[in-house]
């Protein structure tokens, strides 16, 4: 299987997800920038959450399945099983029981004997009857499709509110802070616009529904190491559910039952298995997404372009402009690998190239591309959440995904000026300020604080550059201010400590990691 079950309920919930942007490229074959502005706002979906929820449903639903809680914990810990009968043969030292068929056979099979002696054979080895334990029977099945029907019902409506949540905590945003760029307010009305502001109402119903979502998991997940569902997890998908004298009578693979009848009955239908042709229909859909969203972040970013010229929204190739700075943004693709190349130029070009895939790309294929295509980065986006640091977390659900490449842009853009006299982050112009500690300069922009420093690996000997805001009060994320399951808030504060300002990444205390060794360098 190229994806796991927790990847292929997130594809499955994608799907539909994303099928506003096929029916936007059907629509809009060739469009200019005027008409993709207004479009976001009208046609075209960016950003979503998914206001048309039934909160005191899903509520109901979950109260049902704590209820069940107690029974499935008492079946993984002491499932019905059957013993299963086999013959073996085996090594004397390993043999517990001899029964007449022993006899015969060591009589028989000259092989297995270690030694004569007066007193008779010595056997090597000896035919024993051995009994196992099989978990394999139709209730323990009908368990383990209980448990994965309650696993992606929760993965599913956790990842909803995760996102809900923190877009309603994104929004609070004080106008009068300088921490923003100019465009981001005009930028967060234009993706806001489907919006439920009164989602205040919601919130707390939302928060506590979360929490259950969470106890569920943590009640299932670190049991699933048990052998009724480890030695079951290839069961047929679509068995029937049939009421056998176990389901009936025995008090918790009943209320098994009754849950999987509760399920059917709430039309609560475990996603089903995501076909190839799916999957190819996403993996477009959600590239021509994150090429979309891209195209919004900078025409949102200070660059402009002619507006009223018209491109094809298939073969994309804009020149953007911001002072001296020239941007051009083209699709691509090479060896079956799709991607949007980010060129910009000053004083020297730094290339970026974003390459969108829900799918794995295997290493040898990478290579090549690199080997093909030379950048200064390579950044693959994804629709949820990766372990690993240098993805790019771009998701139709997540308001912060504009931003994290509106800060890949602001890095290329400092890497590409060589005199620093203007702003990248605004139109005004640099002071460059002497320190008088180590002899180095840095340059800061008064009107909307953004410090540039020049800085050096100390293990690779190389220089990179990193960024502050000035007079910015230091904020630090405590891991221990966050519960268990609250991790991916966490997460997520520490990641915007700085607004989305800085180029390099940060540690949860707000300092700055080295891009080359990702360590700390006391400057």
Known sequence: MEFSIEEQDRLTHM???????????????????????????????????????????????LDHIIKVLPAIKNIFSKPILHLKEQDEVLPVESVRRITSDTIHHIAGHSELWSDITKDGIKPLK????????????????????????????????????????????????NLLERVHHLSYFLALGKLHTGYNRNFDQYYVISVRCLKKLESISDSIVPRLKRPV????????KNIKLNKTNILSMHKDYHQIYALLKYFKNQKIEPPKEIT????????????????????????HFNFTCDEEKEFL????????????????????????????????KKDKIYKVVF???????????????????????????????????????????????????????????????EQKKDCPFCNHSLNEIKNEENALSFYVCPSC??????????????????????????????????AKNDRWLFHRKAEGQMFYRNITKLTYEGDILCPYCNEVHKN
Request: hydrophobic share 35%; aromatic share 16%; glycine share 2%.
């Open 15 to 61: 799907l539909e997800t994303y099928q506003n942007i096929e029916a936007f490229e059907k629509k809009y074959k060739k469009i200019n920038y005027v008409q993709f502005d207004y479009a976001v706002m009208n046609d075209l979906t960016l950003f979503t959450i998914e206001m048309d929820y039934d909160f005191e449903s899903l509520e109901k639903k």
């Open 126 to 173: 000896l035919l024993t009857r051995t009994y196992k334990d099989n978990y394999g029977i139709y209730e323990n099945i009908v368990f383990c499709k209980a448990i994965d029907d309650i696993l992606s019902f929760v993965r599913m409506h956790m990842a909803i509110l995760k996102n809900l949540i923190y877009t309603n905590q994104t929004i609070e945003i």
């Open 229 to 236: 569902y480890k030695y079951n997890q290839g069961y047929n």
């Open 276 to 299: 190839n042709k799916e999957i190819d229909g996403l993996q477009k859909n959600y590239f021509d997404f994150c090429l979309l969203l891209i195209l919004f972040s900078i025409g």
């Open 313 to 344: 929204l298939k073969k994309i190739n804009l020149k953007f402009q911001f002072k001296d700075w020239n941007l051009t943004m083209k699709k691509a693709s090479i060896e079956q690998i799709d991607y949007i190349d980010i060129e910009l």
């Open 355 to 417: 390459i969108p895939t829900i799918r794995k790309i295997k290493n040898e294929a990478f290579e090549f591309f690199k080997e093909t295509i030379a950048a200064n980065e390579y950044i693959f986006c994804h629709p949820y959440s990766s372990s690993k640091p240098d993805d790019c977390y771009l998701s139709v659900s997540n308001i912060e995904s504009f931003r994290r490449i509106q800060q890949i842009i602001f890095r290329a853009m400092i890497y590409a000026d």
């Open 449 to 482: 604080r953004t410090e540039i420093h020049d800085s050096s690996c100390l293990k690779e000997k190389k220089n990179f550059f990193y960024t502050k805001i000035f007079n910015l009060p230091r904020s630090r994320v405590q891991e221990e201010d966050y």
